[in-house]
């Protein structure tokens, strides 16, 4: 049993180090969301032949006839929404931006805690429906992971393909980790074998459940490579680089 003295030392210690798990997320999440909303209505620089940033993955609209404004901004409500219900992010930002709380046994500061059970939080529960439209916008990344292969002069390997092919791949296994998908395929069933093709839910619930364990990881790793790849389009794009040619 600890003393007083080690209680109050321990006591001392989580007071004031707290903040040091909360201040990467404020940075690193803060950054992003600066970076991606400027990029999202920037409306410029977005291809560079035969690569599309990310960020304007499916492109809809390019010639603005319907649509006045940033093609972005047509499609920023599915991967945005995958990634803010996420269950891994909600505690991330949760505790960075709300204090809510700041970290595993520190006190919430004289809330009174609801959970998400009223609005606007109450809309984190459509999270599985945010995974149905994640799967789609996947679907376009590899296609674009695919034809960044594709030159004028054929077939070919640049810098942009391995950053668009290691992007997507990243976002698959981020989407793979997913609590709602493991949850889905598996995780709600109480008996394996009871259940029909229960041999082969079994192996994918345990894949899934290998990737679920690293799920924070692929959260911040797609993070900056989905950032990152639309940096470098956008680099390609403007003239600043040259993308070099590998292949």
């Not at 010639?63 to 093609?71: L, T």
Request: hydrophobic share 45%; with cysteine.
């Amino acid at each position: 049993m600890a003393s007083a003295s080690q209680t109050a030392a321990y006591e001392a210690a989580r007071a004031g180090s707290w903040w040091t798990q909360i201040l990467p997320v404020v940075l690193g999440l803060g950054g992003f969301s600066v970076y991606a909303t400027y990029r999202a209505f920037e409306g410029a620089y977005f291809m560079a032949a035969p690569y599309l940033s990310p960020f304007y993955s499916p492109l809809i609209d390019l010639h603005h006839r319907y649509w006045p404004y940033s093609p972005a901004l047509l499609i920023l409500g599915g991967p945005l929404g995958f990634r803010a219900t996420c269950y891994y992010y909600r505690k991330a930002y949760y505790r960075a931006f709300f204090l809510d709380p700041p970290a595993c046994g520190v006190a919430e500061r004289g809330r009174n805690y609801c959970g998400e059970t009223r609005f606007p939080f109450i809309l984190q529960n459509v999270h599985r429906y945010f995974l149905y439209l994640a799967m789609i916008f996947l679907l376009f990344l590899w296609h674009d992971a695919i034809r960044g292969f594709f030159f004028e002069s054929g077939f070919g390997v640049g810098v942009g393909t391995v950053v668009l092919l290691v992007n997507v791949t990243l976002l698959s296994l981020y989407l793979l980790s997913c609590h709602s998908l493991r949850h889905l395929l598996g995780g709600k069933l109480d008996c394996f074998s009871c259940a029909n093709f229960g041999r082969s839910r079994f192996s994918t619930w345990q894949g899934l459940s290998f990737l679920n364990e690293r799920h924070m990881l692929f959260a911040w790793l797609s993070l900056f490579s989905v950032g990152f790849a639309d940096f470098y389009v956008r680099l390609v794009s403007t003239g600043a680089i040259r993308d070099l040619r590998l292949l």
